[in-house]
């Protein structure tokens, strides 16, 4: 794993693993903030060492048993680990062999990860080994999923394509995009407050222009991408053309915004 040898040492007598940097002795604090912050420690030490027991856990965090139980309690109630038998080796011995507790996925992912760097990485060899059509081909294979999760959620949409980028702006918010559609004068337009390729598309535009190609089926018209977050834009925002631009004379144009994203 990257960095596993530089970040932690084996303790072969106890078979727990320990950080080689010492954690910070925290200055105990009333209430639920000292809580937090103490199993912020736990799951700390437990994401560093793959797993340990409740004694293993006092015994590095300076806590008795009854204060590591009950925060490893609460952190199972709110099912950020869970308690796996320890491996025997050898006789067992008398009473119940000790727990080990370990991070669940959901706890796993709020902590650092890599994806970006790797997603970069394979696309640039993509491009190396089979130059831009395949990065093209990458990009395009992509999100063929993504748009028939959303073709499925505007079947009740209709035909126009204002209706249509409404009901997208739906389906893409339900797939984590945060996205809502703008009635304006010239048309719509569809905002994106969330891209998550955002670090990846910075190097390889082809996976917004694949994005950008299933936004202009699904809404059935030409569409125009106006800004992007991968290009340091606040938000991803696609320009659709109205079939017939309404102005008042005397007035100036009135923009209504349709909120989707709450």
């Known amino acids: 794993m990257v960095g596993s040898g530089s970040s932690q040492v084996a303790d072969t007598a106890a078979g727990f693993r320990t950080p080689t940097t010492p954690l910070t002795r925290l200055v105990p604090v009333d209430g639920k903030a000292a809580d937090g912050r103490t199993r912020d420690r736990v799951a700390q030490l437990l994401f560093d060492c793959g797993g340990a027991t409740a004694a293993e856990l006092g015994a590095q965090l300076s806590l008795s048993p009854a204060a590591i139980r ?10 950020l680990v869970e308690a796996r038998e320890t491996p025997q080796r050898g006789p067992r011995g008398r009473g119940r062999p000790a727990k080990v507790f370990v991070l669940t996925a959901a706890a796993r992912e709020g902590f650092p990860h890599f994806y970006d760097g790797i997603a970069t990485a394979a696309l640039r060899w993509i491009a190396e080994t089979g130059g831009p059509e395949a990065v093209d081909a990458f990009a395009a294979a992509q999100v063929a999923a993504l748009e028939e999760r959303c073709r499925t959620a505007m079947l009740e949409a209709g035909d126009d394509p204002l209706a249509r980028a409404e009901a997208l702006a739906e389906a893409l918010s339900a797939e984590g995009y945060a996205a809502n559609a703008t009635t304006i004068a010239s048309g719509g337009q569809l905002c994106q407050h969330h891209c998550p390729v955002a670090h990846v598309a910075a190097e390889f535009p082809q996976l917004c222009d694949a ?6 089926r699904l809404i059935g018209t030409h569409v125009q991408r106006l800004a992007t ?3 340091g834009d606040g938000v991803c925002t696609t320009h659709i053309p109205a079939p017939q631009c309404v102005t008042s004379p005397t007035t100036a144009p009135i923009a209504i915004t349709v909120r989707t994203d709450t």
């Not at 009950?70 to 099912?79: I, P």
């Open 211 to 216: 994005e950008t190609a299933v936004i202009s």
């Open 229 to 231: 977050i991968a290009h």
């Open 70 to 79: 009950k925060h490893l309690d609460a952190m199972l109630a709110d099912h």
